[in-house]
């Protein structure tokens, strides 16, 4: 296709009068849909599952409950999470930089082999054929199509990285953009290549075991893979399973400082700054992954030690950065118009009753204070003998992905469905406690796992009364308690959640179409 | 804004921001270097290792049990949850303790003296399992095809159980992960 025919694809946003590669849109629209039908089946697993861990409720059978923790952990962490980024990349690469998105054929193509992953993967597990959870340590062994279905997914994913980073090069080439990128892309980039690093583990970890799993059919492949070292799996699985955390933080952040420019009209005060601090996260973010080996046979201290701490916390001083600048940008914004009473009037009168800044306001402050200091005790060498597996972890995790990340995207959605997909926000007065709802669920909930986990609550545990077992094992009587939080916090959420997902999908399916001129647009810098 | 094209963005650090990156530098250093000095403490995890197999392990394990479990005045073996009760032979024998963790068992029970230092192995015979001390809370992987060694001294004395944290398959509600838990015994 050539120029002037593609020139004519593009519509101009009424309210930011971005320029909207039409064809991108739609690729967007498919991403992001995609992603809450995810959320929607992993949060109505959450619910559940959150009060069979609340002992006097006890709602799930045994099988269930394994079953639906395979499928929640799956959808929440991988594919809820994964195809909003993706929608993200498209958005960052083509209607930021005022650029088209090419190869939308192929784009296609990767999405389509996305979703038949996902929808394998869901079959599979829901089948009750692959009861292994979301971190399918071998020798558990699923329906070798569960493994096809991950890398499917995560070869889509792949090919999307490679896609962003050539629309970023074709979008110079064509004219479209000069000059350094700006912040928010320069983050995506972080993440995407993040992601790569990512994938490719998660390549090296399940490939051989989809082959290995095959041999169960297939005598060529018995011959082939007959077995998979357990610690081998867990190293390479690993740094696929939190480096995939690692894309989300770097997308998040990118969102972070998008959500403060939206509701408060912050520009980071020194983008140099910001920028070190996302070059940090790409060198040792991933490192982190050995912090789930650390009690691992066959790993040396130095090993441990060096990895864990991602090179003298080089990573957390990128999040230091963050912690500082991105206040810092909306203090200096507000205090710009006008509000400069006292140390802390920009903050008391910021747009709270917005769902844009409170979602961004709580992501920060759940995912920073919540999430990320649990994570840096957790990952201590020593301290972590006192956490590994148990219920410490997910508390430390949802405090990151659900009240960090998953917020944080939550409230970017709010802005997404009317400036990028063109539709009014029904119900939009109930977004406004949406994010607050959501936010305190979550910090209940996961604050009750953490204490449950700090009382020796193991996770991924079906009954943890042992009713069934030979031995009794006396817990402390206020776990209960903490896993009354648990349930609790999680109905919270869960609210929070169902009252997103009414706003979303009404939202997307039945909004007020909002129009918009389509106008040629052509690269303003081509030769 | 995080949208446009930056203009000049490679600008010095103001003092505010010198000052905060230099406290987050000196933290990160900090915090890093309490893990090393953690090891002058001697409460860090075992590296010691060895590779094995299934077979072999189950093997020396079961020789251990037969050595050291505890007989009653009949000569029958006694017998705790199932599982044969051992005395551990502390490191002054010369012999090792050895834990095989199964589906869905950890066996054997062990018997442990307060204040002497045992040498305990651990592997898995088939999944991968999770040795959960309980109430101490102290957590290790044991995984299939990999000895762990862990040597450690007991300084209380009372019943503790060890709970599998790392799921491990299930086959109904009497049997599985959820019901996978060993007894140790320390004495006087």
Known sequence: MDLSEISKQFRTCETTGLKVHLPAQRLIWINAVAAVVFLLIGGLLAILIALTRWPDVHLLPQDLFYRFVTAHGTNMLVFWIVFFEMAGLIFGASIVLGARFPGIGFAWFNTIMMLTGAILVNIMIFMGKADVMFTAYPPLKAHWLFYLGIVLFAVGALFYCFH??????????EGWYQGSLPLFVFGLVVAAIIAIFTLVSGAIAFVPTLFWAMGDDVPFFRELIPSIDAEFFRVAFWGFGHSAQQINLAAMVSIWYLLAYLTTNAKPVNQKMCRLAFVLY??????GSVHHNLVDPGLSSTYRIFNTSYFFYAAVIGSMIHAFSIPAAIETAQRKNGLTKGLFEWLIKAPWGHPGFSGLALSFVIFGFGGGVTGVILSVEQLNMLSHNNLRVPGHFHMTVVGGTTL????????????????????????KYQTYLFGFGVSIFA???????????????????????????????????????????????????LIFLAIAVLSVFFGKKIPSKMETYMPAHSS | MPLEKPTNWWKPFNKEEKLWVTLAVIWGIIMFIMMPLGHLWNQNVSEETYRTTEKEYKEVAERFIDKYKILDEAGQPVKAGGMHVVNAPDITTGDDVFLIAEAWRFRPALVFKKGKTYRVHMSSLDFQHGFSLQPQNLNFQVLPGYDFVITFTPNETGTFHIVCNEY???????????????????EE
């Open chain 1, 164 to 173: 962003f980073l050539y629309a970023l090069v074709n979008a110079k080439r």
């Open chain 1, 447 to 497: 604050t009750g796992m953490h204490f449950a986990g700090v009382m020796g609550a193991p996770r991924r545990h079906w009954d943890i009364s042992f009713q069934n077992a030979v031995f009794q094992v006396p817990f402390d009587p206020a776990m209960n308690t903490m896993l009354a939080l648990v349930g609790i916090g999680a109905t919270i959420a869960f609210t929070g959640l």
């Open chain 1, 282 to 287: 790409l060198l040792g973010i991933n490192m």
């Open chain 1, 408 to 431: 944080a995207f939550m409230a970017l959605t709010y802005y997404v469905i009317p400036l990028v997909l063109q539709r009014k926000l029904v119900l939009e007065s109930l977004a």
């Open chain 2, 168 to 186: 491990c398959s299930y086959a109904g509600p009497n049997n599985g992960h959820d019901t996978m838990v060993g007894q140790i015994t320390v």
